[in-house]
């Protein structure tokens, strides 16, 4: 089984609301990512946690604030987005960060929209 | 700078003819390559990689790929194009325990 999960499928928030969004796997692995895509361009890497810690944060406002509570969950908290920040947030995880075990799953994503 | 270029933005092909897309990597080592595809506000699927080993790999739905070190390449094939296929693909390499993506190919199939 390769499935990575998130919800909500959609997302409408107002610029000054807090939401949040959420991954989850069951697969073991140890590596999960949030990835930003907006239409047409590849996926932009936005947070890699490893072990359930932060390893990479690749200079995202603070607006976007990762969690990872245990290793199959992980949240990406929401709070006075732009509209410009309206995007596919997809979320993937990989058994490990190096080597063949880089292998990344990714979710179905959620479509976020910020009016 | 390693990256993964993919040439063609759009390929159009017809129901059951043949595909390859194209997909040609800067990397200085043997890179770990993969291809994804995603329908149209969906994630990505992993179709297959390429780590080492046999340079033809074959995938789900009946795609294939070819590593070519010489031409710095690893095309995706499929002998018969069903309009299912119909999607954005997407190659990528493992860099700096990062993938880094080209920039996709949407495929239009045409009856």
């Known amino acids: 089984d390769t499935e990575v999960t998130q919800t909500p499928k959609h997302l409408v928030m107002g610029m000054t609301n807090k939401k949040s969004l959420k991954c989850e796997q069951h697969m073991g692995h140890r590596a999960m990512y949030w990835y930003k895509q907006k239409a047409k361009k590849p996926p932009e890497l936005m947070f890699v946690y490893s072990y359930e810690k932060l390893s990479i944060n690749e200079s995202v406002p603070s607006r976007f604030s990762p969690e990872c509570p245990n290793s199959s969950l992980l949240n990406l908290h929401l709070h006075a987005l732009q509209p410009e920040d309206s995007a596919l947030y997809l979320c993937?995880?990989?058994?490990?960060?190096?080597?063949?075990?880089?292998?990344?799953?990714f979710g179905p994503g959620t479509r976020l929209t910020v009016l | 700078a390693q990256s993964v270029t993919q040439p063609d933005i759009h390929i159009t092909v017809s129901e059951g003819a043949s595909l390859e897309l194209r997909c040609n990597y800067s990397y200085g080592a043997t890179p770990y390559l993969f291809w994804y595809v995603q329908s149209p506000g969906q994630g990505l699927q992993l179709l297959l990689k390429y780590f080492s080993g046999d340079t033809l790999v074959q995938g789900i739905k009946g795609f294939e790929a070819e590593f070519k070190r010489s031409q710095s390449s690893f095309n995706l094939r499929k002998p018969s194009v069903h309009w299912s296929d119909a999607a954005e693909y997407f190659c990528?390499?493992?860099?700096?325990?990062?993938?880094?993506f080209g920039a996709g190919t949407i495929l239009r199939v045409k009856s």
């Open positions: 990528a390499m493992e860099y700096g325990n990062k993938l880094v």
């Open positions: 993937a995880s990989s058994q490990e960060r190096s080597g063949p075990t880089i292998t990344q799953y």
